[in-house]
């Protein structure tokens, strides 16, 4: 606790201490727990934001490389329909499995 100031040489470093002591309890009890979930929002968005782009692209690697494939016995037109049907397919089976594994609005 605080003393006299006359007689007390520590007197201006305790009540730093104190000072300094109770803002950053303050501040631990209210800016930091906004600061991590600022952070944790931010980087959630971002990697969502490059999952969303590298499936893209893998999505594209995936078409060229099937038709750079498919042009060996077929001409380039024919390639290219044949492997969008393909990707296609497969996209719409993946989609109608996880429709398949969906909860419905009934069951929530």
């Known amino acids: 606790m605080a003393g006299n100031p006359l007689t007390d040489p520590n007197w201006a470093a305790d009540v730093t201490d104190s000072i300094v002591n109770?803002?950053?309890k303050v501040r631990d009890r209210t800016t930091k727990p906004l600061v991590i979930m600022a952070r944790g929002l931010v980087f959630g968005l971002l990697a969502s934001f490059l999952g969303i782009l590298i499936v893209g692209l893998l999505i594209v690697g995936l078409t060229r490389a099937m038709i750079s494939l498919i042009e060996w016995p077929l001409d380039h037109d024919s390639a290219v329909w044949v492997s969008y049907l393909v990707i296609?397919?497969?996209?719409c089976a993946i989609g109608a499995w996880f429709m398949a594994r969906r909860r419905s609005e009934e069951s929530v």
């Open 22 to 24: 109770t803002v950053d």
């Open 88 to 91: 296609g397919g497969i996209l």
